[in-house]
C-alpha cells in the first residue's frame, strides 16, 4: 500500500467533501464506496489482494476521512457528521448537538491509520466471522421471541413467565401439539442457555 498519508490528502478529502456536499440528506456508505469507486478514488490501492481485504480498506479509508472531516466540523464549530454504514450525513452544529464532544472509540480506530496498516486477510476474515456470529446470535434471539410472542427488550423473568404459561397452554398432556411445544422449548432454551 503506497503512503496513506499522502494517498488520503491528495486522493480522498475533496471527493468525499464534494459528495458529501452534493448529498444533504445524507447517503449510505455502500453508495458512498460505490460513487468514490467510479470516480477512481481508490485506484492506488492494491487490486491483487484478497476481496475483503480490499473492501475493509476502501472502508477504512472512508471512515478514517469522514472522521476527520468531522473532527475539523466540531473544532470549528460548524456542525458534524453522522457516520455509520446506513447513513453519513452531514449536521449543522444545533442539529449536531449530541453528537459533538469527546471522541468515541469508533473514532479513535478509524482515525489511527496504523489499524489500517495492520490489516491483514486474516484479521479481515477475524472480524468479519465475528460481525456474523454475533449477527446470528441475534437473528437466533429474535426468532426464539417471536416463538414465544415477545420483542426486545425483555427481562429473564419475563421469558421464563411467558415461558411457563406457553407450556401451560401448549404441553401434549394438556392437548396440546408436540411440535408446538418442542419449538416453545427450544426457544427457551435458547434464550435462558445460550
Known amino acids: 500500500m ?4 499522502q494517498l488520503i490528502e491528495q486522493s480522498f478529502f475533496a471527493p468525499v467533501e464534494a459528495f458529501l456536499a452534493e448529498h444533504p440528506e445524507g447517503v449510505e456508505e455502500f453508495e458512498f464506496l460505490r460513487h468514490l469507486d ?6 492506488a490501492l492494491d487490486t491483487g489482494v484478497d476481496p475483503s481485504l480490499l473492501l475493509f480498506q476502501k472502508h477504512f479509508l472512508l471512515f478514517h476521512v469522514l472522521y476527520s ?3 475539523q466540523r466540531v473544532a470549528d464549530k460548524q456542525g458534524a457528521l453522522q457516520i455509520s454504514p446506513m447513513m453519513i450525513k452531514p449536521l449543522d452544529y444545533v442539529e449536531a448537538g449530541t453528537q459533538i464532544g ?3 472509540s469508533l473514532s479513535r480506530y478509524y482515525l489511527a491509520l496504523d489499524n489500517l496498516a495492520a490489516a491483514t486477510e486474516d484479521s479481515v476474515s477475524d472480524l468479519l466471522d465475528a460481525f456474523w456470529v454475533q449477527y446470528l446470535k441475534n437473528d437466533k434471539r429474535g426468532n426464539a421471541l417471536k416463538v414465544l410472542g ?3 427488550p425483555v427481562t429473564d423473568t419475563k421469558i421464563v413467565q411467558r415461558y411457563r404459561k406457553l407450556v401451560s397452554v401448549h404441553h401434549p398432556d394438556k392437548g ?3 411440535d408446538e411445544i418442542q419449538a416453545i422449548n427450544e426457544a427457551y432454551a435458547a434464550l435462558i442457555r445460550p
Not at 503506497?2 to 498519508?5: G, V
Not at 467510479?38 to 485506484?43: I, K, L, T
Request: hydrophobic content about 25%.
Open 176 to 178: 396440546g401439539n408436540k
Open 2 to 5: 503506497p503512503d496513506l498519508t
Open 150 to 152: 415477545l420483542n426486545d
Open 38 to 43: 467510479e470516480q477512481g478514488v481508490f485506484q
Open 69 to 71: 472531516i468531522n473532527r
Open 102 to 104: 469527546e471522541l468515541d
